[in-house]
């Protein structure tokens, strides 16, 4: 039964996520903002939402931090393995150019990277320098991401004061369509809802089949909260934009950070990074690596490919997204 919850609530971030990742793309449209940096921020968090919900339900109401942890950390080497999978199965049938990383999405991800180190940083020091019950490194990733978010929006338009008369008495007037601000709200709320109930199924899972918070949070919950960031993703690359879609996974990858901050705010038995199984070191520290390998490809795109089909690198990606995963559930 507890499977069929758990199931039933992934689907319903799904199709929820796809339905409210469409209004946000009619909101950008709508206000006039960025394109690009609407895609990093609204799209980021719309997509990031059940990681949100699910992660802060997790330590909160289940007293499971390792669950929100995994999450987390197995959110982002999901996202990351997922544009390799594309560029495996998708890429390759439409003849599209691989790995065309522009320079805003290498910011994104060196901003990812730095972010994510931090995480890591924190899990080595072990809730070592806190005030109160919040790890001083949350307050650092919550600081970076915000500064970081000025940097990219600042990137992404510095000529559109210059172009535009004045965009920012557009945007202010812009109206937003009731029907537009209902769609955002409803799937919201249902997305709410069905994370938190992914959150407790996820924890009932790991009890009953004894694989552990630290294993069913990296695999199961993880997957479960990236289902949004597959359907966005899958749509731009389908389109035609590897980009587009490199784009929406680091900038989701970044607010899954920040998510920790939060996180931790909410655990009030000790700082979140103290209650870190080993376990989480690894998988935060093969993200950066995953990040890494990205952003070298990006820059130095193999053509190489195994039995003149599969590219090597994509293989790469995935083969350690997987390694990850065993290694997760061999671990004590």
Known sequence: MIWFIFIIAALTVLVSGQR?????????EVTGLSHGFIGVILLGLVTSLPELVSTVSAVLFCNAPNLGLGNIFGSNAANLAILA???LAVIRQINQARHNLNEENQLTAYLSLIIMSLALMGLASRGFWHILHLDLFSLIIAAVYIIGLQKLHRFQTPDK???DAAPPAAAEKATIPAELRRSL???A????????????SAEHIATSTGWGTTFVGNSLLAIATSLPEIVV?????RMGSFAMAAGNIFGSNIFNIAILAVADL???RSSLFAAASPGQSLIAAIGLLMTGLYLFVGRYASERKLAGRWPVDSLLVVGVYLFSLYAIFTLP
């Open 266 to 268: 909410f655990f009030f």
């Open 185 to 187: 709200m409803i799937n």
């Open 85 to 87: 999978f594309l560029d």
């Open 189 to 200: 709320g249902v997305i709410v809802a069905a994370a938190m109930t992914l959150a407790t």
């Open 233 to 237: 993703t899958f749509s731009a690359v």
């Open 161 to 163: 004061l210059i172009d």
């Open 20 to 28: 409210l990742t469409r209004a946000a793309d009619q909101l950008a």
